[in-house]
């Protein structure tokens, strides 16, 4: 599957983004999807995912309240609708698939497939 993230930018701090990231290539619904950020200097973390299955979903606690993963199975997109941003959040945000689990795994080593990152910027 070809992963392609979009919709980074630079925003204020308090503002909202929403990325997306279309998938291709098998059918979207049979991998849970990922998103992860690396920040300069930091390693890769896990934000959310969102399984094929029963669409569960997890966020690191960083993000908990602020940040809600999506789906959108006809359109093979999935999103991250960001809000209340902080400086903190700034880093190249990446989506990754892994084939169907049902488990919200956290692990970017257990993820397969990446998209080529897209960056977000908050502005104090």
């Known amino acids: 599957v070809q992963l392609q993230a979009s919709g980074g930018g630079l925003v204020q701090a308090r503002g909202s983004l929403r990325l997306s990231c279309a998938a291709s290539?098998?059918?979207?619904?049979?991998?849970?999807m990922g998103w992860f950020r690396q920040a300069p200097g930091k390693e890769r973390e896990f934000v959310a995912v969102i399984t094929w299955i029963y669409a569960k979903m997890a966020y690191a606690d960083s993000v908990k309240g602020r940040f809600t993963i999506s789906r959108d199975v006809a359109k093979n997109t999935v999103y991250l609708h960001m809000n209340i941003l902080k400086p903190e959040d700034t880093a190249v945000y990446y989506c990754?698939?892994?084939?169907?689990?049902?488990?919200?795994?956290?692990?970017?080593?257990?993820?397969?497939?990446w998209g080529q990152g897209t960056l977000v910027t908050v502005s104090s």
């Open positions: 990754a698939a892994r084939a169907k689990t049902g488990i919200t795994e956290v692990q970017a080593g257990a993820y397969e497939y």
């Open positions: 290539g098998r059918p979207f619904s049979t991998y849970d």
